[in-house]
């Protein structure tokens, strides 16, 4: 229908008219009026494109290979210079935004490109948004989507987590030890100021045994303990006897 002089241009297009090859005011969305066989219009859309940006290999900065894949968000902001600065703008970014990708990535250690994604994406962004603005386009996003690593890397990297976790798990273990050996210092040191606190002790380890396991417990600590005591109280009596006083012993009379 623009041939013969009416377009209709959507809310996300606007159009714009060549007449005799120059540059007309862009139509706006809605329906458009135009000389027929004079003017020759090109709608573009001002919606936002995605662009998957295709794995390639990359050597980083210590000599690891990786494959790398992205994917880049642009719009056309212009819709005058996405046409005439640039024959087809679609390709010309797919091409700078692998290169980008590449050359940015090549510059960084393999450990940067796993662990500081972010400031990577960041850095290619900001590459293209400047090569593209002359284009007449934004590029709202890029990011890095897939990253491929040799087996030979993807083990070793196991093996480099595993001892990391190993390491982990024995420092943790140590000072559990430490603390532990510090609390029976402590309790060592209030057993020795209360010896009274090692028969409760005693006590307690007979109730928590006997809650367990249905069985008869001979504790000879306490049998000797109760023996002590008795020896000490007939000890104690003997001295406390008044004098004169004899023992009878009881017998058959005989020498």
């Given amino acids: 229908?623009?041939?013969?002089?009416?377009?209709?241009?959507?809310?996300?297009?606007?159009?714009?008219?060549?007449?005799?090859?120059?540059?007309?005011?862009?139509?706006?969305?809605?329906?458009?009026?135009?000389?027929?066989?004079?003017?020759?219009?090109?709608?573009?859309?001002?919606?936002?494109?995605?662009?998957?940006?295709?794995?390639?290999?990359?050597?980083?900065?210590?000599?690891?290979?990786?494959?790398?894949?992205?994917?880049?968000?642009?719009?056309?902001?212009?819709?005058?210079?996405?046409?005439?600065?640039?024959?087809?703008?679609?390709?010309?970014?797919?091409?700078?935004?692998?290169?980008?990708?590449?050359?940015?990535?090549?510059?960084?250690?393999?450990?940067?490109?796993?662990?500081?994604?972010?400031?990577?994406?960041?850095?290619?962004?900001t590459i293209l948004d400047t090569t593209t603005e002359r284009w007449g386009v934004l590029v709202e996003l890029v990011e890095l989507k897939d990253i491929e690593l040799p087996q030979s890397m993807q083990r070793a990297m196991a093996r480099e987590a595993e001892a990391e976790r190993e390491k982990r798990g024995k420092i943790i273990a140590a000072e559990g030890e430490a603390l532990s050996a510090g609390k029976l210092a402590e309790a060592a040191d209030v057993i020795a100021r209360h010896p009274v606190a090692l028969q409760l002790r005693n006590l307690q380890v007979l109730s928590e045994i006997a809650i367990e396991r249905n069985s008869t417990i001979v504790f000879p600590a306490q049998l000797m303990d109760s023996f002590r005591s008795l020896t000490s109280f007939v000890g104690g009596e003997t001295t406390a006897a008044p004098a004169g006083f004899e023992p009878v012993l009881k017998g058959d009379g005989r020498s």
């Fill in 1 to 125: 229908m623009s041939s013969l002089g009416v377009a209709i241009v959507r809310q996300y297009q606007r159009g714009v008219v060549f007449r005799f090859g120059k540059i007309r005011p862009v139509r706006e969305p809605g329906i458009r009026f135009m000389i027929p066989l004079v003017d020759r219009m090109r709608k573009v859309s001002l919606r936002t494109v995605t662009m998957p940006i295709p794995s390639q290999q990359v050597i980083t900065k210590d000599n690891v290979s990786i494959g790398v894949a992205a994917v880049a968000y642009f719009q056309r902001v212009d819709p005058v210079r996405s046409i005439v600065a640039i024959e087809n703008v679609e390709a010309a970014i797919s091409q700078i935004a692998q290169t980008t990708v590449r050359n940015v990535v090549g510059r960084s250690n393999l450990d940067h490109v796993l662990s500081e994604t972010d400031k990577l994406n960041e850095a290619i962004k």
